[in-house]
Nanobody, 126 residues
């Protein structure tokens, strides 16, 4: 089993930045995909960004492209989401996620991921 623990959420004003981190522990798989989803109140969980093991294939949701940056450190089993120019519509609970192993390409659906963190709240005030 793999445990994912997020940190770094909080309350910020529009235009400010936050950095989310996720630490994986347990039977972490090599060559997995790690990513972030988010869920706002009353809405479905949506894809934000994901990165493959090597780091050479990254996908972002259109809504965050150019503002968010995902990265990973395989030696430390961590994935990070740097969020700049935050908007009120970015307000949500952010979830770290990981696959059990490699995938073809970079998945963007919740069903493609095997492990989930408990989530961290990000609130952006206008």
């Amino acid at each position: 089993q793999v445990q994912l623990v997020e940190s770094g959420g909080g309350l910020v004003q529009a235009g400010e930045s936050l950095r989310l981190s996720c630490a994986a522990s347990g039977r972490t798989a090599s060559r997995n995909v790690m990513g972030w989803f988010r869920q706002a109140p009353g809405k479905e969980r949506e894809f934000v960004a994901a990165i493959v093991w090597s780091g050479d294939n990254i996908v972002y949701a259109e809504s965050v492209k150019g503002r968010f940056t995902i990265s990973r450190d395989n030696a430390k089993n961590t994935v990070t989401l740097q969020m700049n120019s935050l908007k009120p519509e970015d307000t949500a609970v952010y979830y770290c996620t990981a696959t059990r192993g490699p995938r073809l390409g970079v998945p963007r659906s919740t069903s493609a991921f095997d492990y989930w963190g408990q989530g961290t709240q990000v609130t952006v005030s206008s």
